[in-house]
């Protein structure tokens, strides 16, 4: 446990009486401080935005959320997040989730919000996830004299108690009659579904009535995940010798259901962060089933279309709300420590599970499938399908241990792996199957987002 050691030479520098506290391994700067009973009203952060002059750090309390909109109103130009390689380059001695409120120590310029002035102690983050720095307020402002004092830059996360969301989309959802009807290739694919007779040579004929779903289809049968050494020439082939007609439906269904929904392609919802997790959920799901007991196991093909697409309610958000999706984003960004669904209520009313199960209901999919996309958070779910949704669950949390995704927490739920009939060693297992093909997975997933 060591503070980082520019912070270390600043606070000495400048005479500074410190105490650093120890924290246990959490999930967590928040989650950090109440185990080791740190009053979270003292607790500050520093968010690290860039404009067109350079690096700017936004110090508030760790329980607020700043208004992005508001800091650009009050510089007169525009303000974004800085990418994790830019902080990096600034904060070489510091973990990324500890990087420490004081920009001075590191040549960027703060802005500080006014209500750190009611507090007498702060305690924050001191560059080790390990440890936390204390001072007194008038110490801490101190060493941040060159910033600017704002006011109205931040709020508390969830607006408090029994606040309004910020944007209640609930009283918006009128607007799902804007959603596109389901794309003409999935209806195709689902009557497949249902035709007891249909076989390769027909869903062959689906899949290349849409030249992009086919090449996409190839694609992923030609990459290394799959290390088929032959020549894939049509989707006949890649259904009959690489990925099986299962597969090929699943991924085929997947890809056409996601595709009128266009979002952003950067952050932490966007468009290249969506397929990556997707594809690395799928795979993981799909093998996760595949451990389990036989007379608990889900058909393989719908557990792939449940991890591919459980959080399809993302794509709907950004579809039809793009203010209130960027808003999430910002806010996913600025507070990794907070819980998306927790982000979700207090900025919209609704989480992304609720709202993507409305649209897949909406289109009478299967009930399975909205199962898993409207209850993959709820540990104690175990209503009909359940399955699915536990499943979805594992998955996310053992991707999130892996530095993959928004999941709550890195922590799987012993009784969750219990009544699914898996071990921890089998999940364990699994993923390394799921990492040793990490190269073939980033490359659908890029071409996916394409």
């Not at 309610?313 to 808003?327: I, K, N, T, W």
């Not at 993959?376 to 699915?388: K, L, M, N, Q």
Request: aromatic share 6%; charged share 25%; with cysteine.
């Amino acid at each position: 446990m060591a503070i980082a050691e520019r912070l270390k030479r600043y606070l000495d520098l400048n005479g500074i009486y410190y105490r650093v506290h120890e924290l246990p391994a959490t999930d967590g700067l928040l989650k950090a401080a109440a185990a080791a009973q740190i009053p979270p009203e003292q607790l500050i952060k520093g968010v690290v935005l860039k404009d067109d002059v350079g690096l700017v750090m936004v110090v508030v309390p760790a329980t607020h959320s700043f208004n992005l909109d508001a800091l650009g109103r009050l510089l007169h130009r525009r303000v974004t997040f800085a990418s994790e390689q830019e902080v990096r380059a600034v904060f070489r001695d510091c973990q990324p989730r500890a990087v420490p409120p004081v920009g001075e120590a590191y040549g960027i310029r703060s802005i500080v919000d006014d209500s750190i002035m009611a507090l007498e102690r702060v305690f924050f983050a001191a560059g080790d996830e390990g440890c936390m720095v204390e001072l007194r307020q008038k110490d801490f402002l101190g060493l941040v004299r060159n910033a600017w004092l704002a006011a109205d830059i931040s709020e508390p996360l969830g607006g408090g108690e029994g606040a309004r969301p910020r944007f209640d989309l609930r009283e918006r959802l009128a607007e799902v009659e804007r959603l596109p009807p389901m794309p003409e290739t999935a209806q195709r694919i689902f009557a497949l579904r249902a035709d007891p007779d249909a076989g390769a040579e027909q869903l062959a004929e689906v899949v290349e009535l849409d030249p992009s779903l086919a090449a996409q289809v190839l694609r992923y049968a030609r990459s290394p995940f799959f290390s088929y050494a032959g020549k894939i020439d049509s989707v006949r082939t890649a259904i009959s010798r690489v990925l099986g007609y299962e597969m090929v439906m699943n991924l085929a269904l997947g890809l056409a259901l996601a595709r009128p929904f266009r979002i952003p392609a950067l952050g932490p919802l966007g468009l290249n962060s969506f397929w990556r997790h997707a594809v690395y959920s799928a795979a993981l799901v799909q093998g996760l089933a595949r451990e389990m007991p036989p007379d608990r196991r889900p058909p393989a093909g719908m557990a792939y279309l449940a991890g591919l697409l459980h959080n399809f309610g993302f794509l709907v958000l950004g579809h039809l709300f793009r203010r209130e999706f960027c808003a999430l984003a910002n806010l996913i960004s600025e507070n990794p420590e907070t819980p998306v669904p927790e982000l979700e209520r207090g900025a919209l009313g609704i989480g992304h599970g609720e709202l993507g199960a409305l649209v897949l209901a909406h289109w009478r999919l299967p009930e399975e499938l909205v199962t898993a996309v409207r209850e993959h958070h709820r540990e104690d779910y175990h209503g009909e399908h359940a399955v699915y949704a536990q499943l979805c669950l594992v998955a996310d949390r053992v991707l999130k241990s892996h530095g993959l995704g928004e999941a709550e927490s890195a922590e799987v739920p012993p009784a969750v792996l219990e009544r699914l009939g898996l071990s921890e060693v089998q999940t364990v297992m699994v993923m390394g199957r799921v990492l040793a093909a990490c190269e073939g997975l980033n490359i659908m997933a890029r071409q996916l987002a394409a």
